[in-house]
């Protein structure tokens, strides 16, 4: 009976809308009066609905258990409404396909549009090909080849696709996106571009609600002449803020930060980098190292603690510097008067191959390429020890070319296991030639000398003491050539076998060769001076931080 309603509907031309909507046509079936069909379908499968058609027709020889529909075409599954051009039912499957200008509608926010669906009303899921766009408020997927499932409430996309809200561009070979968590994720090829960044990953999992994208494969973000790799992590392209894990690198212009786990802040122009941080700067030719380090692009500021350490490699052997917290400040940035300081605060141990030196803070300006060390500072060279109240070391090309001590100064020259030369006085100056050794000493002020002359087997016959009011010594192949006075003086000469007790040392002397940095592993064990090696009344004298604040978030 309802074949022949259908075909005399169809023979006569006559609209089967009002007929059509009352038949059931095994899984089109009419919907009884004051009911509704259940929202949530995952427990119980329902069947799809016809709303409407301008002609429906069947030909069981041609097309069995086939349905065809022409016009106008509405279906109804639950809460999703679909449209299109013709359709072909499946009644024993509780499916159907759709040709031409294919709409599915679910409320107001969520509509998808292609040239072809496959609908299966048994398992839910929409298959839509060719020119296919999925709208969700203000974000489009677009692909050729998509598949809905209603069940999860998902679509995915499989041979190439793009999806785009009103902050983002993102593309892959593989993605899907769920309207109901606004959580889209991207495998292989992806790229995530916008006005201000472009990030080539593997995997990308990204929120169109937060507009935070995810990082849980190899990851490149390129934002200026920023470049961050990462393989875990999080980037906000509202906030421009990144949260890293898993080494991941952050560069700009031969600068590097790398640590177990990175924070950046483009809007702002700095990163935070904890645990095992490494920040090299290839172009000052250093490294800043620690457990915490914070750098700001914008003024070119670093701070570092936690076994902070920092590493000048520009010349030949390394230089390791460690304190409790190092800072690097950059002024007159961007201009040819640009400078550094570079500023040490607590417990300060310095090792290169040639020089090691200990002090309590330390301060190092490229504006006058002067090193400065306070309180307590010593200075080991070879075998030569050096220490006063304050040292003041100038560098060439990052070698020594001269230190100035002042107050106190002693210099101490081992000899032998039990003979050391002296020289005291109130201020000294140390000249260094090309090869960071020592060539001249001069003394100045008050002037104490303990010498021993060696003969030409290395031995000490004699030993000299004298005092004046300035002393030259003069240095060759890093042990004591010759002495001059001025004014000169005779001094008193003992040999070995004679010298008085308590003449053999200066009253100011003092050995502290097992404070000496080692390598570069022992600058982070602090070895200081004992009370009674310390200088007499010393007032202390530390670094001055610069007449600008610089604000931590700077």
Known sequence: MIKQIISFAVRHRILGICILCLISIGFLSARPRGTEEPENSEKKVTKVFLLHADIAKANEKLLPGVQV???NVKFRHDSMYMYCDSAHVYE?????EAFNNVRMEQGDTLFIYGDYLFYDGQSMIAMLRNNVRMINRNTTLTTDSLNYDRVQNYGYYFEGGSLEDEKNVLTSFWGEYSPETKIAVFNIDVELNNDQMTMLSDTLEYSTETKIASIWGPSNIYNGKNHIYSELGFYNTNLEQAEL????????????????????DKKKGYGEAFKNVIMNDTVQKSVLTGDYCFYNELTDYAFATEKAVAIDYSQGDSLYLHADTLK????NNKTDSVYRDMLAFRKVRVFRQDV???CDSLSFSTRDTCLRMFYEPVLWHGPQQILGEHIDIYMNDSTIDWAHIYNQSLSVEHVDSTFFNQVSGKEMKAYFNGNGDIRKVSVIGNVLSVYYPLDEDSTAMVMNTAESSQLDLYMENRLLERMVMSPASNGVTYPMDQIPDGKSRLASFVWLQDLRPKDKYDIFIWKGKKEDDKLKDVETREIKLPTRIIKEDE
């Open 69 to 71: 529909l022409v016009g």
């Open 92 to 96: 024993k499957t509780n499916s159907f």
């Open 245 to 264: 894990l898993n080494r991941s690198v952050l560069t700009n212009e031969g600068k590097s930060l790398v640590g177990d786990s990175v924070f950046y």
């Open 328 to 331: 690097l400040i950059t002024y």
């Open 356 to 358: 090691q030196a200990i």
